[in-house]
């Protein structure tokens, strides 16, 4: 087989707006329901070379140990495009916002990865199957491989080879998001856990995959018109169903923190003062904010510490 000595790629992070939230096969990373998200200007930047006797993984400058999950997960992916047992890589991988802000993702990284070993290997994959492949990394690492609004369909096949990203080629140059920090630790349950606990045990999971066929019927019309009342809206009430059934999971899955309440009361109460804000939620205690270009800078007089997040259209 041949490669390359180097190969280097970027894919940015996504913001689910409607979320993906159960798996319909957990090796293939098959989803239940379709879901849509919008691509950042920030993300992570792989390169891979061929190494000696071990996979090598660096993070952000740092060597990772080979019993950490992020070593372990990226091995298992590796293995998916491994030419021989004996081949090795050398991995490093950087995210362009610390990763403790809660926002760098698993997308973005195997997005990137997967993008780098289509180079690597000069493989010349589609559109198609560079999503198919990234997904199997990470679920939600099929829809960074593009940017802008992309959905995910679920697909109805086993091997999972219609289930993949496609662009929605409407652009929204007014819309803004903004992330309020509030926790950099680590979280306390995986989102992987927290989505597989949901789907086993909370009662009100069945209504989910009904409730995103609503919500994305709602989220396309919004977006064709223009409708920021209905986006922000759907948007906000798919993050908290969402994290309604982890909260009636059990064990529950409480990622809000005290702040996070305080955060969400605030959007409620600005709204209720006139001003087109809403919220959206990944799993996980900070909140992301989603309002338009005019309200700009009524929402940071109203959250200082907002973080921008700049979408990347093309
Ligand atoms: C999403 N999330 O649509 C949803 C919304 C989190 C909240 O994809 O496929 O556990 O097991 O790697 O990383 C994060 O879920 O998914 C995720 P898998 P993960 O963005």
């Not at 289509?118 to 997904?135: G, I, M, P, V």
């Not at 804000?277 to 510490?305: C, I, R, W, Y």
Request: glycine share 4%; aromatic share 10%.
């Amino acid at each position: 087989m041949n490669y390359r000595e180097e190969a280097c790629a970027f894919a940015p992070v996504n913001i689910a707006i409607v979320k993906y939230w159960g798996k319909r096969n957990k090796i293939l990373n098959l989803p239940v329901t379709d879901s849509l998200s919008l691509s950042l200007k920030v993300g992570t930047t792989t390169s891979l070379r061929e190494g000696k006797e071990k996979d090598e993984i660096e993070l952000n400058g740092k060597i990772v140990a080979p019993e950490s999950s992020f070593y372990q997960r990226t091995v298992r992916f590796l293995d998916l495009v491994r030419p021989h047992p004996h081949f090795f890589f050398t991995l490093k991988t950087k995210n362009d916002i610390p990763t403790a802000a809660g926002i760098a993702s698993s997308a973005s990284g195997f997005a990137a990865l997967t993008l780098a070993v289509n180079k690597f290997f000069q493989l010349d994959l589609t559109k198609k199957e560079l999503s198919c492949l990234a997904r199997r990394g990470s679920g939600s690492a099929c829809r960074s491989i593009y940017p802008g609004f992309v959905r995910w369909q679920a697909g109805k096949l086993k091997d999972g080879s219609d289930s993949y990203a496609k662009p929605i080629s409407d652009t929204w140059s007014d819309l803004r998001m903004g992330a309020i920090l509030l926790s950099e630790e680590e979280k306390p349950v995986s989102s992987r856990e927290a989505m597989a606990r949901s789907v086993a045990t909370s009662p009100l999971y069945p209504f989910w995959p009904t409730l995103v066929l609503q919500d994305m019927k709602k989220i396309v019309k919004s977006i064709r018109t223009k409708d920021f009342a209905l986006f922000g809206q759907t948007a906000e009430h798919n993050a908290l169903a969402m994290h309604a059934t982890m909260h009636t999971a059990f064990p529950p899955v409480f990622y809000w923190l005290e702040k996070t309440v305080e955060v969400i009361q605030r959007v409620l109460h600005a709204r209720q003062d006139g001003l087109q804000l809403f919220l959206t939620m990944h799993a996980g205690p900070n909140v992301k904010l989603l309002f338009l270009k005019k309200d700009e800078s009524e929402v940071k007089k109203l959250f200082p510490q907002l973080l921008p997040l700049e979408i990347a259209w093309s």
